[in-house]
């Protein structure tokens, strides 16, 4: 079984890389939302490809409703959207079939499957996926914002350059507009073109880059989320390793908090303007799995873009002997920077679980 | 809606920490598994207190099976265990009903349950509830044995004392053995040593660490895993980040790894005795959410126990004022020993899933 | 798997017949509820056998809440309960292992369960496991309650003696009162007085009787219920068919109704006092899966219980041959009585579970 | 929430009968099935409208696969089929947002979705999406075909005209093929004949009927299902209350057995070939909510279609005042026989669900 997420805000999405469409439907979402189309294409554009730093594989993302809008809103029932893909071409990935791609899901999903995935792209496994998750994260970011929640992102790292983090304490959505502003989304415009550089030299020798992703989420009510199994950090973590190429999950103080003293990485409460607040952010806006009202933080390791130009060692797995490959097609040097909005859809669409969970006690 | 989580192993958790029991429902274990007492009471005992260096509250921890055994072996329907509490002092925890304890649950239990949270030693929230986990790790750690899959852990940090990792091509079940033989379970003695004056530096000063616990699955089938939203890193995310105090998760490289060239992150792939390997394995034994036959390796980050002896500042939640809080009663100065099996626990039963999951399909 | 049922009330009913307890959890129910213990116990005793029609076995049914209560009250977290089983005589059930009682599922699960089943007393598959599912619906009920919902149920035939229906326009709470007045719950005393000597003629002649149930819900809102496969039907059948015996449920006109004209089974709409109302309730309450504001009305068909004391044609499933058995034990010679609590139980359950999921969008 | 169904194979059905488009995505399927699509499109084509009893509106129901399926076969990832709506004629039912048809969900409909639901044709309400459900019912009984497992359907009744049951005992494919050969699904002409006429004078005089189709899954092996909630009545139940107009369900003898004595009900075991069978079977292939290997036979009430020529009492919901409505729009008079293949559909996706649930465990 796959790709299923959610108990109230409920996501399935479906396609395959180099197939007819790509897409998802939701549940869930209150009848008589008006689709803010502008928003959508703004958003959906973050993560499409084209830029100068990406793959020049130009897909134009239009985004279809079939299902769950009527004259122009939700009326209440499955919303689904699709995506045609358009500007496929499988025989870049012809001979991936029986040679897979270090780093990729070539080879356990060809096990899996038993010899009959659909290899072309990566298939169901492709980034391009994520697309469907941005629709879902744009709808529920409009949901979200109604009741005053904004989510956000930005880069942290790729490689070895470093950029800020945001401020746990006074982090808001001025922030997430502010990064927006930048060629990429971070703090430190220096950095940024720093970032720009490390990822051109990538490029130019064929070689790739990851990085970290911080995303916060703020404006939140306290009491989102529910102990264990449904705490915030099982159900944001459970969406965000969805998404492909990430390999961490830390909230708040995450593994560095892990080296502190307690009495460090304690945050001591107080009361501001007759609302409980934490002196410091360690616990990242989460205690117990449940919201505490101070800004909602993590961060998401990307690992490098498993596609690279240089010649690798593989293996024939029809033959079952060692073989090399050269991977040719369109690929991005770095992902990271259209991940952004990515990560951004899936805090929101769990965000929105949660407080959809939350509502029926209220 | 709180405690549940699988899709083929379901486990609900039940039971507050000063209430008359606490325990869990598994459904989806196969009929006929003659149940372990014995394997079951050694791993139990891992997670249980009263060693030297942690809490003096005895618990002894006795499981009763109330459902879904017959004769001493599954027979098929919903299996149910309870552990009765019965070294209780809900006296210890009068006064936190008001004043939070930084770092707990108490605030966002407070808030989010209207007041009617239970509130005597962390209620459902507290640490105790990782025993039944522990439960479902040890029969899902049975069933997966007969299959050839072994699941163990290690600390690798406590506070900033650091021992080595596991060796991610070559870990097996005799390394699993090996640490269990110290009395911490670390690869490296003196390094456990270092680590055991740290937390006794941490009980004499009041206050408390927190660590890094290493967790690898070895003898996995390559096919186990879906992608997207179950995906192994999701599924298994999603129950490790239930365990309270962990705030980080990562598989294979991680976030080191994130920092690297694709070209140095990507595992080459090779044949070996029919075999397809891979020569290093910063992937960590998953690829695209699917398990690639190489060792499942990934690390939890646990913050420092929020439970100290130092006065704090904290809030009075019915007064809506500043205040401060001086925690007693009986509480570890590090968890992170105790949480090895239940990190190892949530694997098991992470890994299970999955497993009857591809089952079907074989 | 098994035991589960619910979206927003998650319920997870455990234990065998003679095994150590019987219970459930529930999962969903608002912080803050005070149990009605006298309300329950009344609830319970409907349930109990002890009545001069059914079996002699004495049940205390003594409920203890193990989690989720707290001071009297619902604390949020998942709700158990367990009834400890005291009056077992396994010894009764001796042979059944091998020579399958006609009409029970002692055959099925042996095969299920490849011999490693409970076979005493039906295990898992006794009407006994209906016990925990009558808490769930006491509680249900309690939250039902405060919104204006009541649920009840009568007998409408016992064998071949047959009962009037609710009417189905003006059935309300003072019915549900009304039947619960006589030692049978029917609208007409003198069939009550019928269904008694035929059930009495029964028990003499070592035979057995079925029968129907109609159960009611009034006071839901309009906008109950998800259309397809959550709608009110297959959300109440689902958990209805779930309780042992049942082998038919219609709503409304039902059977009888999918013999008439359009023009006759359609109910036409008024307006009554602000209210849409309907002259007719062929719909029983139910449109397009979804609560109409008038009453909801199914019936449930039970067959007559399985356990007679005649001797019966079977098989000895290890000789594999032809066999006969004489069924001995404390059995009902009619169950239909203390079935109608559980219906009950499981319309409240299911409508339970409707409500919270509207509420969200509220 | 709504249009989602199932464990192992699970199905979301999205769409409006006069959206862009209907379909559904299935989880759950094994890759490398073959897709028969002359299979699926005579399949599909029993459901069409176009005969001389039905709606004259013409649908061509062309089933693209857009997700799912590579070179003909399924790959092993969600699979998404979407059928588009071409003849869509939204003006014909213009007036119905506020004046709702009597037994149709426009009434409940529009106050749950608080007057943004689609009303076109029903929306989502639409009998028209039962053809999705037949895309999924046609490739489960695919693959229940492939191991051994026949479903079939024939009508029972069509308003009074009864036509005789399926024997209980001897069903077998050659019946589901026999029925087929008629232009209406009966086991004897000479009724089909009847109902017919009985179909023809309903249309004209601007009237519709219901009636009862009788299902039958033949081949199943013993020990298909689950206890209580997720035993073979629950799940079958749950998907076809799902179908619109369904008002009852009945397994085996269902209503007609609870007025037996159980000594009549009871069916007798015996060994005949090595093989477990029963005399009788009245039990209907179910016991304890698990496949008894005997045939598993279901009957299903169909209410009338609702849509009828009069002129029908209804309420203004704008004005909240009485009104009258014609409907006018293409409708059948009677909408039982393209039923019948819908209801093969649920029964094979619910016995499908159960049987890749029992492969886990042998």
């Given at each position: 079984m796959a790709s299923t997420y959610g108990n109230n805000i409920k996501i399935t999405i479906f396609g395959q890389s180099h197939g007819p469409a790509i897409g998802l439907t939701i549940e869930g979402l209150p009848a008589g939302m008006a689709i803010d189309e502008e928003a959508l294409r703004t958003f959906m554009a973050r993560r499409a490809p084209g830029g100068s730093l990406s793959t020049p594989r130009?897909?134009?993302?239009?985004?279809?409703?079939?299902?769950?809008?009527?004259?122009?809103?939700?009326?209440?029932?499955p919303l689904t959207a699709v995506i045609r893909n358009t500007n496929v071409r499988?025989?870049?990935?012809?001979?991936?079939?029986?040679?897979?791609?270090?780093?990729?899901?070539?080879?356990?999903?060809?096990?899996?499957?038993?010899?009959?995935?659909?290899?072309?792209?990566?298939?169901?496994?492709s980034g391009r996926l994520t697309a469907p998750l941005c629709i879902?994260?744009?709808?529920?970011?409009?949901?979200?914002?109604?009741?005053?929640?904004?989510?956000?992102?930005?880069?942290?790292a790729i490689g070895q350059v470093r950029d800020r983090l945001f401020d746990p304490i006074a982090v808001n959505a001025n922030d997430f507009t502010a990064v927006k502003k930048h060629e990429l989304p971070v703090m430190d415009e220096q950095q940024g073109i720093k970032m720009r550089?490390?990822?051109?030299?990538?490029?130019?020798?064929?070689?790739?880059?990851?990085?970290?992703?911080?995303?916060?989420?703020?404006?939140?009510?306290?009491?989102?989320?529910?102990?264990?199994?449904d705490g915030l950090e099982s159900r944001i973590s459970a969406l965000v390793f969805a998404v492909p190429a990430v390999k961490g999950v830390e909230?708040?103080?995450?593994?560095?908090?892990?080296?502190l003293w307690g009495s460090q990485n304690n945050d001591a409460f107080y009361v501001q303007d007759g609302q409980v607040r934490t002196r410091t952010n360690n616990h990242g806006g989460i205690l117990g799995g449940i919201s505490s009202g101070m800004p909602l933080i993590f961060r998401a390791a990307v690992k490098p873009t498993p596609s690279i130009a240089h010649e690798q060692n593989s293996v024939d797995l029809q033959a079952m002997q060692?073989?090399?490959?050269?991977?040719?097609?369109?690929?991005?040097?770095?992902?990271?920077?259209?991940?952004?909005?990515?990560?951004e859809a899936a805090a929101?669409?769990?965000?929105?679980?949660?407080?959809?969970?939350q509502k029926k006690y209220r």
């Open positions: 130009k897909e134009a993302d239009e985004v279809e409703f079939i299902s769950g809008v009527y004259q122009g809103r939700t009326c209440g029932v499988p025989q870049d990935y012809s001979s991936l079939h029986l040679i897979p791609r270090p780093g990729h899901a070539d080879f356990t999903g060809h096990v899996k499957y038993g010899g009959y995935e659909d290899p072309t792209g990566g298939g169901h496994f879902a994260g744009a709808l529920c970011m409009q949901l979200l914002g109604e009741e005053g929640i904004a989510v956000g992102a930005h880069i942290v550089s490390a990822i051109e030299q990538a490029r130019a020798g064929g070689n790739s880059l990851g990085g970290v992703i911080e995303c916060a989420a703020v404006g939140l009510p306290v009491g989102l989320g529910d102990p264990m199994m909230f708040g103080s995450g593994f560095a908090g892990s080296a060692d073989a090399t490959l050269k991977v040719t097609g369109r690929h991005d040097p770095c992902i990271v920077p259209r991940a952004v909005p990515v990560i929101a669409v769990a965000i929105c679980d949660a407080f959809l969970e």
